[in-house]
């Protein structure tokens, strides 16, 4: 056990590691095409034991000891949380509404395909050893298989059409608002699925768990969009009349977001839903902007690489080591693009969207990244999957998401910066 000077000690060598890295492989990423969000993934992966653990594993281990991950772990929630809830500032709630239909028929293309998938792949799947639990039945096993492949990478989503110029185009907002409410049914099936392994003392299920998810998450987003917007607006005014976000506003709102995060966690949904829901309902103008200024340099420089880091040492592709495993793995990554990028494109298509935009809609719905490893680490700390099936996944995850930029390029990127109508590129920080 690690006494608080040790990981006092261990946190800020590990940091700057983290830093070190996740800027050189993102910069690398960057002269390759891909977002500096992608290559912070993969330096992710590399700091933990696929790579550095397997060549170097004794100093892997020292730099980032068991004892210190808990402390990693809060650092990772709370990049990614702040992150979205800067994005959220930035969401337009009014083009949203004016999209509401797209987004509607994309995000329910986007579960209904992916379930489908798992409904056929969960018998077959259920009876491979290594791969489910024992205890899991076919039910729980649809239900898991499905939301992984359904749920989206809304942090990595977003940062990929910040990175691209996209943020508050219709195209951006599109595809935020289909991520969101992708990923917000995917927790909430998940929810079932842990519902299901958490017995009662006579054998039944505590369906409280899901009940209070559900629930909970419902009436929280009702309240953002609903009356809170009015209720910050005071914020707004005060700022505008001051002329900056004071430390007593920034603190305010740093207060606002805990208690978002916190709430969302309490009930069983991911942290990031509550911030980016109260994001949306942030003042927008001159507040938004001071906001953004104040907090984005150092969220996204210093706190969002946690986040990925911390999902990348519990990544272990080396399981991967079998013809039978990687037929499996074959056969999960083609079900997950016809399930999701392709059912979101006709989507898309058939809500009246032209060609070009559809296309683009499904590269980047199709791209799941750490969201879905928070889903797979849940999975399989619950006892839900195993080992292999967690491996497998996190290979899909990783090849998705770097199809997302290449093929978004091809189809929509180059085109519509010949048009204009891309802004600059953002994050350059």
């Known amino acids: 056990m690690m ?16 830093l070190g890295i996740c800027r050189g492989v993102g910069a690398l990423a960057r002269r390759l095409g891909q977002p500096q969000v992608v290559g912070e993934m993969i330096a992710g992966v590399f700091l933990g034991p696929s790579l550095m653990g397997w ?5 892997q281990k ?20 702040l992150y979205m809830f800067l994005v959220g500032t930035e969401f337009k709630t009014e083009l949203f509404r004016r999209r509401a239909r797209s987004a509607a028929a994309v995000s329910l293309a986007g579960m209904v395909a992916p379930f489908g998938c798992a409904v056929l792949l969960a018998p077959w799947l259920l009876k491979v050893p290594g791969l489910f639990s024992t205890q899991a039945n ?66 039944s299920v505590d369906a409280f768990v899901a009940i209070r998810a559900i629930a909970g998450g419902g009436a929280y987003g009702l309240l953002m969009v609903g009356g809170a917007r009015r209720l910050l607006a005071p914020l707004g005014r005060l700022v505008e009349r001051e002329g900056k ?49 104040k907090l984005q340099p150092f969220v996204v420089v210093f706190l969002l690489p946690m986040f990925f880091t911390f999902s990348g040492l519990n990544t272990r592709l080396d399981l991967v080591n079998s013809p039978s495993l990687l037929c499996i793995a074959l056969c999960l990554l083609a079900a997950s693009v016809l399930g999701k990028g392709v059912a979101c494109w006709a989507a898309a298509r058939m809500s009246g969207e032209d060609n070009r935009t559809a296309l683009a809609v499904g590269a980047l719905m199709n791209s799941r990244g750490l969201m879905e490893l928070i889903i797979l680490n849940i999975g399989l700390q619950k006892g ?27 189809v929509y990127g180059r085109h519509a910066r010949k048009a204009g109508l891309l802004g600059d590129a953002a994050a350059e920080v």
């Open 3 to 18: 006494s608080g000077p040790e990981l006092s000690v261990a946190f800020f060598f590990q940091m700057a590691c983290i």
């Open 55 to 59: 060549l170097f594993p004794a100093f």
């Open 245 to 293: 976000v004071s430390s007593t506003v920034l603190g305010a709102v740093l207060m606002l977001f805990c208690l978002a995060a916190w709430a969302m966690d309490a009930i069983g949904i991911h942290a990031v839903f509550g911030g980016f829901l109260l994001g949306t309902a942030m003042p927008r103008g001159f507040f938004a902007r001071e906001l953004q200024e």
């Open 138 to 203: 076919l039910f729980e096993a649809t239900l898991f298989l499905g939301a992984a492949m359904a749920i989206t990478a809304f942090p990595m989503l977003a940062r990929i059409i910040y990175e691209r110029g996209l943020t508050g185009t219709s195209l951006g907002t599109l595809a935020l608002a289909a991520g969101a409410i992708d990923d917000a049914a995917a927790w909430c099936v998940l929810a079932v699925v842990l519902a299901s392994f958490q017995k009662l003392p006579d054998g």
């Open 62 to 81: 020292t730099v980032f000891p068991p004892e210190s991950l808990k402390v990693l772990y809060v650092g990772a929630q709370l990049g990614v949380g």
């Open 384 to 410: 839900v999957i195993q080992p292999a099936l967690f491996s497998i996944m996190v290979l899909m995850a990783i090849v998705t998401t770097l199809m997302a930029t290449p093929i978004f390029e091809w």
